[in-house]
């Protein structure tokens, strides 16, 4: 997935690696068309999401400051490092689901750190999550789970189960489990599914709201290495087909790699790293694991 962003001086928000004294390319698109003599206008992407100089402790530790990066509509990053260094915290910021300690961040147009609750749950409402655990109901069907990724933007019983859902609630599930190749699944319920099948729906239910932004926080860990690459490959080629940004995390450097435009790292209580995926090695992301 590459967004086509435009660079213009002056509105990046790079951070110079130490870990692996790259150049840094990050790119957050201009909010104006860049205009050229000839007066063409380049195609330009909204910016999603925006973090300025981000900071956040735990009960007076440290987890990370000065993180700051911007994504553009369609854009995939990768979120590297090692155990601990942050990156589940960081999405929960993000996601509005714990409070960081200083800094800015701006999520579709939301102000998330001054945002009311009901600002915060409209705005989760255009994001889907995918977990390490799939978290599936497992006494539910397979359809109902489905469902449930309505719930953000229709709260309330009629989200809770299939039976109770709309025909139309049901119907876009349905469409969104024959995306991931599981139509046939649907009334079989979820504790009876295999790891990947679980994860496949996990994908769906993220889907079925039309997400603007996708989050997987380490979606293959609980998978073996073929069932992890199918995920993958799903996860990105969906991703790809609805022009969703997506953030996902991997300890997966070869993933991290290969489905990220670009990628960040932790470390050492920052964001050392910030580079397009095309211009790192293995090396380069090993680095960060020292
Ligand atoms: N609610 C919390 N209260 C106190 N400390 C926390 C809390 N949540 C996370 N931490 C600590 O913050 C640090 C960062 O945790 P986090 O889960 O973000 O790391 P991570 O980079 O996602 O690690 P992993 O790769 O193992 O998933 C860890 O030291 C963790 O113990
Ligand atoms: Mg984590």
């Known amino acids: 997935m590459s967004a086509r962003c435009i660079r213009t001086p002056g509105t990046h928000s790079s951070t110079i690696s130490s870990v692996t004294n790259l ?11 860049q205009q050229t003599g000839a007066e063409v206008f380049a195609p330009v992407l909204p910016v999603d999401l925006r973090v300025t100089r981000l900071a956040k402790s735990f009960a007076g530790t440290l987890i990370f400051k000065n993180v700051s990066f911007g994504l553009s509509r369609g854009e995939a990053v990768a979120i590297v490092g090692a155990n601990g260094t942050g990156k589940s915290t960081l999405l929960r910021c993000l996601m509005g689901l714990i409070p960081a300690d200083a800094g800015a961040i701006d999520v579709l147009g939301t102000d998330v750190r001054g945002a009311k609750s009901s600002d915060l749950r ?3 409402a255009q994001m889907g999550l995918v977990s390490q655990k799939h978290n599936l109901v497992p006494r539910l069907s397979v359809l109902s789970n ?13 989200h809770w189960s299939q039976s109770f859902a709309p025909a139309a609630s049901r119907a876009e599930a349905m469409a969104a489990l024959t995306k991931v190749g599981l139509a046939h699944l649907a009334s079989r319920r979820a504790d009876r599914l295999s790891g990947g099948q679980s994860q496949r729906v996990a994908i769906a239910r993220a889907l ?4 603007k932004i996708l989050i997987a926080d380490e ?15 799903l996860f990105f080629d969906l991703a790809r087909q609805e022009g969703v940004t997506v953030i996902f995390i991997s300890h997966n450097i ?5 489905y990220g435009d670009r990628v960040l790292g932790l ?17 380069d992301l090993r680095g960060l694991y020292d």
Do not use: F
Not at 254 to 258: Q, T
Not at 267 to 283: C, E, I, T
């Open 23 to 33: 150049t840094t390319e990050t790119q957050v698109a201009p909010t104006r068309p």
């Open 122 to 124: 409209a705005m989760r």
């Open 146 to 158: 489905v469902v449930q990724g309505l719930l953000g933007q229709s709260p309330g019983i009629r």
């Open 208 to 211: 079925v709201g039309q997400p």
């Open 219 to 233: 979606p293959t860990a609980s998978l073996d290495p073929a069932a992890g690459e199918d995920v993958m490959d």
């Open 254 to 258: 070869d993933h991290a790699l290969r």
């Open 267 to 283: 470390a050492d209580g920052g964001m050392p790293l910030d580079a397009r995926a095309k211009n790192l090695s293995a090396q």
